[in-house]
């Protein structure tokens, strides 16, 4: 099945997203910041990213801008949940497939991802709305 | 080394007054309460304030709720804005990296982010998970001194939040420059929240314990009236001029009434007669020279029934702006809270003379009982240094001797002036009579007094001659 990188400063969130998304039959790779999740990213080639917002040295924002801007990596979808910068992240519907608004029902989320991975690389530039 | 301090505005009313004037830029403090007791919105309120006024905060939480959850009831207070957050405000989980890679590493992290964004005030939430993750008080030593260490190179001012029990001997409070202690108790049936500078290094701030509530505007904090009013504002000159008490008979014996800017206690039973006597004392007010009526029993519109009945027309007098009523129900009060409320409106209204409708407002206010007196002094000394004339009912329960010094000897030498109201019967009728106890610098004729109120209806069943002033003996 699909592999998903998650990245978040929040343990409790990664924690509880991994052993989720795992019985959801995902492989599912974990980041706590932008900087290593970029590295992450580049070794283990996910279908898709699902990101936090403000984390130590480099923000989910410039992780996509920094993903968007590769030429290998550029395709993968990025997820954006945040608790606080979902209104300011949809006006950039360039750099994520999705904004989630934290907290939002894992449910929702499920379904989200199974629109992203059976869609390919075609949901970016789509910018969903919860 | 730079010898001028640079006080940082909290916005958080009343703290930085017992601060000495702020928190210091480039200090490290410590702000310690148990869970609930405000810390975090403490922490959070100043930091609005600081990026409002364009700086940039780094907010670390070690092991807490979620932000979203922080974030939610951070949003039911009038000082978060949204917008700011992940802007000015930048809130970092680092619980992972302490626990996994230590203290070292979490100073490392810190060292990066703080240059990153260019912080100038960093809070840490969860020092007590960095001492329990240490293996030794060297490490919390050392956390504590290299993150302040930089933060004080940088400017950086520093937060650190904690539900631990920090004394005197912890390694965290050696350390820093300051230790805020936020304290919630039961007291009798009531939450009472009260603040404590427990360190206060390279400045003087204002000690011992001040209240402080928690309301949608966040914390709000009470200094200690006798602590910051341990003397009056302006020096007191004790003028010669008199103030009608609003009886003529009383002024005629007592030198031509009241002494001005002199605080008088009306002393009495139940129905002996004080509100009335304050109320006829308002009566004179003009908007020139106006007056206050600061009660903590009738509501305002009883008040104004109670005043019709005298043939008082408070609601004129109000229209005018020569009154202002307020009241407060003697309910759970914030002694302090009602203090400055009552100097903030004398102030704005330039108020000339005050009823303070009763004592016993503020006695039933004070959660230390053993404050009132220091209280009261600190109170009549400032209305009096403002020049405020001013007359305060205390009821008791019968006006004697004996009975007066049992509430509280100290109390009645805190006034200028002290007036006894006792109900007396003469002719088949009862009668309201005021006896001169105490009058500031003057002598008087030791005896009692009919209240007669010019016009009153009998509405409340007592009699009254239509002739003015007779004495009775006493």
């Not at chain 1, 059976?118 to 970016?124: E, I, K, P």
Request: charged content about 20%; aromatic content about 6%.
């Amino acid at each position: 099945m699909a592999t998903i990188v998650v990245v978040d400063d929040e343990s409790l969130i990664t924690d509880f997203l991994s052993f989720f998304l795992r019985a959801e039959g995902y492989t599912v790779h974990v980041a706590r910041d932008g900087r290593s999740a970029l590295e992450l990213i580049g070794e283990v080639r996910p279908d898709v990213v699902l990101t936090d917002y403000m984390m130590p040295a480099m923000s989910g924002l410039e992780l996509a801008q920094a993903l968007r801007a590769s030429p290998k990596l550029g395709h993968i979808p990025v997820v954006l949940a945040s608790a606080a910068q979902g209104a300011a992240a949809r006006l950039r519907g360039d750099l994520f497939a999705a904004v989630l608004d934290k907290p939002y029902a894992p449910a929702r989320l499920i379904a989200l991802l199974r629109e992203l991975t059976q869609a390919g690389g075609n949901a970016v530039g789509g910018a969903l709305e919860r | 080394m730079n010898h001028t301090l640079t006080r940082l505005t909290s916005h958080v009313p009343g703290l930085d007054t017992i601060l000495g004037g702020g928190l210091i830029a480039g200090s490290s403090y410590i702000i310690q309460g148990r869970p609930g007791a405000g810390k975090t919105i403490l922490a959070n309120q100043i930091a609005f304030a600081q990026a409002r006024q364009g700086a940039k905060i780094l907010y670390i939480t070690l092991l807490a709720e979620s932000h979203d959850r922080l974030f939610q009831s951070l949003s039911m207070l009038n000082f978060y804005e949204a917008e700011r957050v992940g802007k000015d405000i930048t809130y970092l989980s680092l619980f992972r990296t302490l626990r996994l890679e230590g203290l070292s590493a979490l100073v490392d992290v810190l060292r990066t982010e703080l240059a990153r964004q260019g912080t100038s005030m960093l809070i840490l939430d969860g020092l007590l998970n960095a001492r329990e993750s240490s293996h030794s008080t060297l490490d919390v030593k050392t956390f504590v001194a290299e993150l302040q260490g930089h933060a004080a190179f940088s400017g950086c001012t520093v937060l650190f939040l904690t539900s631990a029990r920090i004394d005197d001997s912890s390694p965290e409070h050696t350390m820093v420059d300051g230790v805020l202690q936020l304290e919630e108790e039961l007291i009798g049936s009531r939450t009472v929240r009260r603040l404590r500078v427990a360190k206060s290094r390279g400045s003087a701030s204002l000690g011992g314990l001040h209240h402080y509530e928690i309301h949608d505007g966040g914390i709000v904090v009470y200094a200690r009236l006798e602590a910051l009013f341990a003397r009056p504002s302006k020096a007191d000159h004790a003028p010669d001029t008199r103030v009608s008490s609003g009886v003529a008979d009383l002024d005629h014996r007592i030198g031509g009434g009241l002494p001005a800017s002199s605080a008088t206690a009306v002393v009495g039973p139940g129905g002996s007669g004080k509100t009335s006597f304050g109320l006829n004392f308002l009566r004179q007010a003009t908007p020139e020279k106006p007056a206050l009526h600061f009660g903590f029993y009738e509501t305002p519109a009883r008040l104004s029934s109670k005043a019709r009945a005298l043939d008082i027309d408070i609601d004129a007098l109000i229209a005018s702006g020569a009154l202002t009523v307020m009241w407060n129900p003697l309910t759970e009060n914030i002694v302090d809270a009602l203090a400055y409320q009552l100097l903030e409106a004398v102030q704005a209204r330039r108020v000339d003379r005050l009823v303070i409708d009763g004592l016993a407002g503020f006695a039933r206010a004070t959660v230390d009982e053993h404050r009132l007196i220091e209280f009261l002094a600190a109170l009549t000394n400032q209305l009096r240094a403002i020049d405020v004339t001013t007359l305060c009912t205390w009821e008791t329960r019968e006006l004697s001797a004996p009975s007066l010094n049992a509430a509280s000897p100290e109390v009645l030498s805190l006034f200028d002036n002290v007036i006894g109201m006792q109900l007396d019967e003469a002719d088949g009728m009862i009668y309201q009579g005021m006896k001169v106890i105490k009058i500031r610098d003057s002598a008087f004729a030791p005896t009692v007094t009919k209240l007669i109120i010019p016009n009153a209806t009998a509405s409340d069943g007592f009699a009254r001659p239509s002739i003015a002033g007779d004495a009775i003996e006493s």
